[in-house]
């Protein structure tokens, strides 16, 4: 039971999540959405915006979509003040082997790589 979900609801949340992220990557213009966002467009489990289990789901989501060579999906999802992503997705990124040292120039990177793919 992941972060205390069945692995059914879970697994609802996470293809819920990659679904509204793939439609975002496809636009043409405004592709990021907010953490707050996306947590209020899952309806498989109700996370909030800040929630360890809800970041984990897109760390999860970034290393499967990684592996597909389709770069890290949760680039997309970023912080209101920011827009950019959160610190748990540059520490990721590190360890996925990326070169965070310039977080700005990776995230643009990184977000260009998504809506390639």
């Given at each position: 039971?992941?972060y205390?979900?069945e692995q059914?609801?879970?697994?609802?949340a996470?293809?819920?999540?990659?679904?509204?992220?793939q439609?975002?990557?496809k636009r043409?213009a405004n592709?990021?959405?907010?953490?707050a966002e996306?947590?209020a467009?899952?309806?498989a489990?109700?996370?909030?915006?800040?929630?360890?289990?809800?970041?984990?789901?897109l760390?999860?989501i970034?290393?499967?979509?990684h592996?597909r060579?389709?770069g890290?999906?949760?680039v997309?999802v970023v912080?209101?003040?920011?827009?950019?992503?959160?610190?748990?997705?540059?520490k990721?990124a590190k360890?996925?082997?990326?070169?965070v040292?310039d977080?700005?120039a990776?995230?643009?990177?990184?977000?260009?790589?998504v809506?390639a793919a």
């Amino acid at each position: 039971m992941p972060y205390g979900y069945e692995q059914r609801v879970w697994d609802a949340a996470k293809r819920e999540a990659k679904t509204i992220l793939q439609a975002r990557a496809k636009r043409r213009a405004n592709q990021t959405i907010t953490y707050a966002e996306l947590a209020a467009e899952i309806t498989a489990i109700r996370f909030r915006a800040e929630e360890s289990a809800f970041h984990q789901m897109l760390g999860e989501i970034s290393v499967e979509e990684h592996k597909r060579t389709m770069g890290m999906l949760s680039v997309l999802v970023v912080l209101k003040d920011s827009l950019q992503p959160g610190g748990g997705f540059f520490k990721l990124a590190k360890e996925l082997g990326h070169d965070v040292r310039d977080k700005t120039a990776f995230f643009i990177e990184e977000l260009n790589r998504v809506i390639a793919a």
